[in-house]
Nanobody, 124 residues
Framework: VQLQASGGGSVQAGDSLRLSCAAS????????MGWFQQAPGKERELIAA????????FYEDSVKGRFTISRDGATNTVYLQMNALKPEDTAVYYC??????????????????WGQGTLVTVSS
């Protein structure tokens, strides 16, 4: 199983970015996928997640109304649309897959497969 994240970069405050994460092989079946944020000197934190079949979403309070998670079942890809970016959003962003069917999907420990991380830098 491989998760390939992309889409990071350097932007100005108020700008937007879209992160992508493709899971392979296509036969890989997940319960949920999530995006995690790890700012410098801080622990990795789940900021958004989506249940793969139902589309039910979870957002951490700091990104509600600004970030949107979505999925494409045909390509096993999860996206994170990030709008109104702030300097405090500067972090390495990781995608991860949860195969704990029927369990929770809003805890870091629910996720067992990880992508390589993509850096987002937001300057003021």
């Amino acid at each position: 199983v491989q998760l390939q994240a992309s889409g990071g970069g350097s932007v100005q405050a108020g700008d937007s970015l879209r992160l992508s994460c493709a899971a392979s092989p296509l036969t890989f079946s997940m319960y949920a996928m999530g995006w995690f944020q790890q700012a410098p000197g801080k622990e990795r934190e789940l900021i958004a997640a989506i249940k793969w079949r139902s589309g039910t979403k979870f957002y951490e309070d700091s990104v509600k109304g600004r970030f949107t998670i979505s999925r494409d079942g045909a390509t096993n890809t999860v996206y994170l649309q990030m709008n109104a970016l702030k300097p405090e959003d500067t972090a390495v962003y990781y995608c991860a897959a949860n195969i704990n069917f029927g369990g929770t999907y809003y805890n870091t420990g629910d996720y067992s497969y990880w992508g390589q991380g993509t850096l987002v830098t937001v300057s003021s």
